[in-house]
């Protein structure tokens, strides 16, 4: 059984939750993602924060991006277990409609899967189906 672990991206480095947007901004840029998971001071994940969070949530709002906390814009959380099959992966991000989800060993962050993981998991072969890939991009690009 393929399980979140066999296609997370591992070693997901997180943006505290004290620190500011503008820091999440640039470290969003210099490492090429779109989202980052805030963490705490015990290093336990408290939810996950997007470069459209930034956009539309902070700045469109007129909040200072240097001003504003991880943490005030931190989304409802959804995750899974590093253990978890490929199908609960599938079911959790179309089920919330997310492109992104952080996989927990635990209590503590291990990786992210986005969308590229998955689309990578099926070039390397076995992990994902014609079918699931259609069904998942259906499920979170249509539905909106």
Known sequence: MTTARDIM???AQCIG???????????????GVGALPICGEDQKLKGIITDRDIIVRCIAEGRDPAATKASELGGHLHCVRAGDGIDTVLQKMEQHQIRRIPVIDGDRLVGMISEADLAMGHREGNRLTDQQIVDFMDSVYMKR
């Open 17 to 31: 939750a004290e620190q500011n947007l503008a820091e999440a901004a640039r470290m969003m840029r210099d490492m």
């Open 9 to 11: 991206h591992p070693g």
